[in-house]
């Protein structure tokens, strides 16, 4: 009996030091590793929410569909604006229509009087503006009958491609109220060797 409980003692090895520190060290890493997956899924998590935030409130990005504000924005640009609700004369701003976004260019702020003469030429308050970011001048396509008085809290806006562009000269677009903007066109992400401010 005695020589049985040697036996059956006798097949249980006592672990070395070595191995004690290797186990202990292995128990280490995982904890450590727990501890930084933890923080990487808080912090990926963290960041998502402001990205989320960020383009909420204060940017949006836009992608440019069509060529009514060539040469200035060509299909297929990828663009951010900034969410203000104020703009100056030729900015460039980004608005709802028709459950779609359209970008085009400020040239008249409410209580403005707009003309544009048969050569396509825009007048402001009496003033000609000058355009050169334009290649082309037009008058049409339009139903308005110039001089035109932009309505309180509505813009008066334009593309930069204007026999092409249908904008506020028509009145199925009309001018962008206040509940239709989106912000001020403000960055040019890609293509990146247009990369930069606009």
Not at 6 to 35: A, F, Q, V, W
Not at 85 to 105: C, V
Not at 127 to 152: A, R
Request: with cysteine; charged share 25%.
């Amino acid at each position: 009996m005695a020589d049985e409980e040697k036996k059956s003692t006798g097949d249980i090895r006592k672990p070395t030091l070595e191995e004690l520190k290797s186990e202990l060290k292995r128990e280490k890493n995982k904890k450590e590793y727990s501890k930084v997956f933890r923080n990487t899924i808080v912090i990926l998590i963290v960041v998502a929410a402001i990205a989320v935030l960020i383009s909420s409130f204060f940017i949006t990005v836009l992608r440019v569909t069509g060529d009514s504000m060539s040469p200035t924005l060509d299909s297929g640009q990828i663009l951010i604006a900034s969410n203000n609700k104020e703009f100056e004369p030729g900015d460039l701003i980004a608005f709802y229509y028709n459950n779609r976004i359209l970008i085009k260019r400020v040239v008249g702020s409410p209580g403005d009087w707009i003309n544009i003469d048969d050569e396509g030429n825009v007048y402001v308050n009496g003033v000609l503006l000058e355009e050169d970011y334009i290649t082309d001048k037009s008058l049409t396509p339009t139903d308005l009958t110039f001089p035109y008085q932009v309505p309180e809290n509505r813009y008066f806006v334009l593309g930069d491609h204007r026999s092409v562009s249908i904008d506020s000269r028509s009145t199925t677009v009309g001018c962008v109220s206040q509940e239709q903007l989106i912000g001020k066109v403000v960055f040019r992400v890609y293509p990146f060797n247009l990369f930069g401010k606009l």
